[in-house]
Every structure is written in C-alpha cells, then in structure tokens.
C-alpha cells in the first residue's frame, strides 16, 4: 500500500520559516516527479511546486516565488518544502502528491498519490 505522510507542519509567525518533509513508502517515486499543494479554507486545492525525478528541474506558484525551495532525497523516498518569509495567506493544509511525468507537472490530475496533508498557520 502507498502512502505519503507528511510532517513538519504547525504554528509560525509571520516571517518565519518553516520545512515539510514527506516520506513515501510502499513504492519507489525516484523516476517521477513529485510535488506539493495548498489548499486554504473555502478555497481550491492549488498547485505550490513540483521537483522533477532527478532534482534537477523544480517549478513554483508565483506567490512562493523566491520563498519556497523544493527538494527531494530519493534515497529516502522523500520530498521537502522549505517555506521562508511566510506570511498569513500562506495558512493553508499543505498535501504531498507524487507519481507525476518525470519532468514535472503543475496540476492536480497529474499526479496520483496523495498525503493527508499538514496543517500551516502563520501568524500576523
């Protein structure tokens, strides 16, 4: 069975940082793509970044842009999100997906495995 936890979530002040890790098990993501998405209350599920099978390619949403950095260990079956000078729209539960086309994607269909998801709250 595959399953994505992920971890790292919680409470921030504004202008903090925070990193989330997500650890796959029950198959290896190592020659897909993998990401990470937000969805914020009364709002769509939507796309943050992806890093591509190797890591050698990432994309970002515009509004993490110079902020957010993506990266994976596939040693260790496992993605990362380091989200710094977070701001309160930033609140949102964050999901892990994988199994994405290797080189990357930026929409939910995309991808076939999903975590829980963590819960993100930045403080004014």
């Known amino acids: 069975q595959v399953q994505l936890v992920e971890s790292g979530g919680g409470l921030v002040q504004a202008g903090g940082s925070r990193r989330l890790s997500c650890a796959a098990s029950g198959r290896t993501f190592s020659s897909k793509a993998m990401g990470w998405f937000r969805q914020a209350p009364g709002k769509e599920r939507e796309f943050v970044a992806f890093i591509s099978w190797s890591g050698g390619r990432t994309g970002y949403a515009d509004f993490v842009k110079g902020r957010f950095t993506i990266s994976r260990d596939n040693a260790k079956n496992t993605v990362y999100l380091q989200m710094n000078s977070l701001k309160p729209e930033d609140t949102a539960v964050y999901y892990c997906?994988?199994?994405?086309?290797?080189?990357?994607?930026?929409?939910?269909?995309?991808?076939?495995?999903w975590g829980q998801g963590t819960q993100v709250t930045v403080s004014s």
């Open positions: 997906a994988a199994g994405a086309p290797p080189g990357g994607g930026t929409h939910r269909l995309e991808y076939g495995y």
